[in-house]
């Protein structure tokens, strides 16, 4: 069965980095672009791009250019979400969702992430 | 971006219909798709390309989209579709969220 894992929860000082991982497994990656979605406490979903899986080319949303970085590893089967320089307002949980519905009307999410940022 | 603009709540009794719209410029040429989410959950897929349920999705969910506005319909709704709901879409850079509405059903 379809599966994506997220890494795990991350608690980051203002400045810092941080890396969020997510594995894919029970399709063939390639064939599948994932997107990335973030939602801050208490607000709404918010879509941040996407990446072709199969030729490694990032979208990103607008206002989230520069310090979020997209990027694979397909050999692992895994995407990656790089946040530079974080902010406060970074404080969120981050998901990765597979692109595409299969044709029972399923969508696959990975479980999130939530990256704090606070000094 | 184009954006999708939604009420930021709607309450019903149980047992009533329920209705929440999406509003979108690019409503006319893409497909809406509908969101719930629980809290401490994440998002699940209740109506695709406008008006198809994902299998699992009980009946009484219910998806129509008519030019600018897409619609989002509970008939008879429960007390366990409490939730945020939210409307996606895509636009001209990718895809796009609406705000979400919280349907509160007491």
């Known amino acids: 069965q379809v599966q994506l894992v997220q890494s795990g929860s991350e608690l980051k000082k203002p400045g810092a980095s941080v890396k969020v991982s997510c594995k894919a497994s029970g399709y063939t990656f390639t064939s599948y672009t994932m997107n990335w979605v973030r939602q801050a406490p208490g607000q709404g979903l918010e879509w941040l791009g996407w990446?072709?899986?199969?030729?490694?080319?990032?979208t990103y949303a607008q206002g989230f250019t520069g310090r979020f970085v997209f990027s694979l590893d397909t050999s692992v089967s895994t995407a990656y979400l790089q946040i530079s320089s974080l902010k406060a307002e970074d404080t969120a949980v981050y998901y990765c969702?597979?692109?595409?519905?299969?044709?029972?009307?399923?969508?696959?999410w990975g479980q999130g992430t939530l990256v704090t940022v606070s000094s | 971006s184009d954006e999708l603009t939604q009420p930021p709540s709607v309450s019903v009794s149980p047992g009533q219909t329920a209705r929440i719209t999406c509003s979108g410029d690019?409503?006319?040429?893409?497909?809406a798709y509908w969101y719930q989410q629980k809290s401490g959950q994440a998002p699940v897929l209740v109506i695709y390309?406008?008006?198809k349920r994902p299998s699992g999705i009980p009946e009484r969910f219910s998806g129509s989209s008519s030019g600018t506005l897409a619609t989002l319909t509970i008939s008879g709704a429960q007390v366990e579709d409490e939730a945020d709901y939210y409307c996606?879409?895509?636009?001209?850079?990718?895809?796009?969220f609406g705000g979400g509405t919280k349907l509160t059903v007491l």
């Open positions: 690019a409503l006319p040429k893409k497909y």
């Open positions: 969702a597979r692109e595409g519905i299969s044709a029972t009307g399923t969508v696959y």
């Open positions: 990446i072709n899986t199969n030729t490694g080319n990032p």
């Open positions: 996606y879409s895509t636009d001209s850079s990718g895809k796009v």
């Open positions: 390309e406008d008006n």
